[in-house]
């Protein structure tokens, strides 16, 4: 069975700085992509930043670019999500997804979820 498990939410004041971690198990296939979407209240989950495992391959949403950095440690199957200059706007809850083959933009594509983390960010 494949599970995510996310830390590392919480509440910071704008310009500060958070580091998720998503910790993966349970996999079987060789070339994955884990990363995060986020969603608001009353908001569609938006993708934020993926990465392949098979070359480290990356994908950022434009408003996060030069601000959010992702990495992964494969040996320890762990990705991390580190946030910098963050802004109001990035208040959500953040979930981890890992699919198998290529990145995907689009929630549909990923099979597996992360029960979600909160993140706050105050003005």
């Known amino acids: 069975e494949v599970q995510l498990v996310e830390s590392g939410g919480g509440l910071v004041q704008a310009g500060g700085s958070l580091r998720l971690s998503c910790a993966a198990s349970?996999?079987?296939?060789?070339?994955?992509?884990i990363g995060w979407f986020r969603q608001g209240t009353g908001k569609e989950r938006a993708g934020v930043s993926f990465?392949?495992?098979?070359?480290?391959?990356?994908w950022y949403k434009d408003s996060v670019k030069g601000r959010f950095t992702i990495s992964s440690d494969n040996a320890k199957r762990t990705v991390y999500l580190e946030m910098n200059s963050l802004k109001p706007e990035d208040t959500d809850v953040y979930y981890c997804?890992?699919?198998?083959?290529?990145?995907?933009?689009?929630?549909?594509?990923?099979?597996?979820w992360g029960q979600g983390t909160q993140v706050t960010v105050s003005s």
């Open positions: 990465i392949r495992s098979s070359d480290g391959s990356t």
């Open positions: 349970g996999f079987t296939f060789d070339d994955y992509s």
């Open positions: 997804v890992a699919k198998s083959g290529g990145i995907a933009t689009m929630t549909f594509f990923y099979h597996y």
